[in-house]
């Protein structure tokens, strides 16, 4: 897992411890050429993780006493980082299509890999607000099993990312690797 995912489920499992999709009518997709397609998308993933890292850091220096502290911080958390995914497919949306043969195939990966960002990140959100704080061994239960819906959600991106980065497409292969912030993505 990458430093930035692996930071927010970090910030979650520090947490714990203290406390003992598209709308219709979208924009239709494009065809772009290879290389601004690929330096879009990265731009806009890294911004996405820069804004995950923001909130995650956030949450860590708030540092909870309470399991009732802890789920604030926790919700919160894991609310900014629903909305910057969501945030995140509706830019991809935009972005379209590379105009190569395999183009779809490629961005389709990519924008599934988050939508299913967006639906784990969803799922963590309703559990940990039903999460019961009057007895710190349950919300520590409830928030462990949070966590490892997020590490898991987050490892299957990176894994989609990094096989969109790596399919048979000479021309998205060579845009993804002349990319600074395209190589700092799948790293």
């Given amino acids: 897992m990458s430093r930035p995912l692996r930071a927010l489920a970090v910030v979650v499992a520090l947490c714990v411890p203290l406390t003992l999709a598209v709308p219709a009518g979208?924009?239709?997709?494009?065809?772009?050429?290879?290389?601004?397609?690929?330096?879009?998308?990265?731009?806009?993933?890294?911004?996405?993780?820069?804004?995950?890292?923001?909130a995650s850091e956030?949450?860590?220096?708030?540092?909870?006493?309470?399991?009732?502290?802890?789920?604030?911080?926790?919700?919160?958390?894991?609310?900014?980082s629903l909305k910057a995914t969501k945030k995140l497919s509706k830019d991809l949306k935009k972005i379209g299509?590379?105009?190569v043969n395999?183009?779809?195939?490629?961005?389709?990966?990519?924008?599934?890999?988050?939508k299913q960002v967006q639906s784990t990140l969803g799922q963590a959100l309703k559990e940990l607000k039903a999460a019961d704080t009057g007895d710190a061994a349950t919300f520590l239960t409830a928030a462990r099993l949070t966590e490892?819906?997020?590490e898991a959600g987050l490892e299957h991106v990176e894994q989609a990312l990094r096989a969109a980065t790596l399919i048979d497409v000479p021309e998205l292969v060579e845009a993804f690797g002349a990319q600074s912030g395209c190589t700092d993505v799948t790293a």
């Fill in 58 to 80: 956030k949450a860590a220096s708030a540092a909870p006493s309470t399991a009732k502290a802890a789920k604030k911080t926790l919700v919160k958390l894991i609310g900014r």
């Fill in 102 to 114: 395999g183009g779809k195939q490629v961005s389709s990966i990519i924008r599934q890999g988050f």
């Fill in 26 to 54: 979208a924009t239709t997709a494009v065809k772009a050429k290879p290389a601004p397609w690929a330096k879009s998308v990265c731009s806009k993933v890294g911004g996405w993780r820069s804004s995950i890292e923001k």
């Fill in 148 to 150: 490892d819906s997020l």
């Fill in 97 to 99: 299509t590379p105009g």
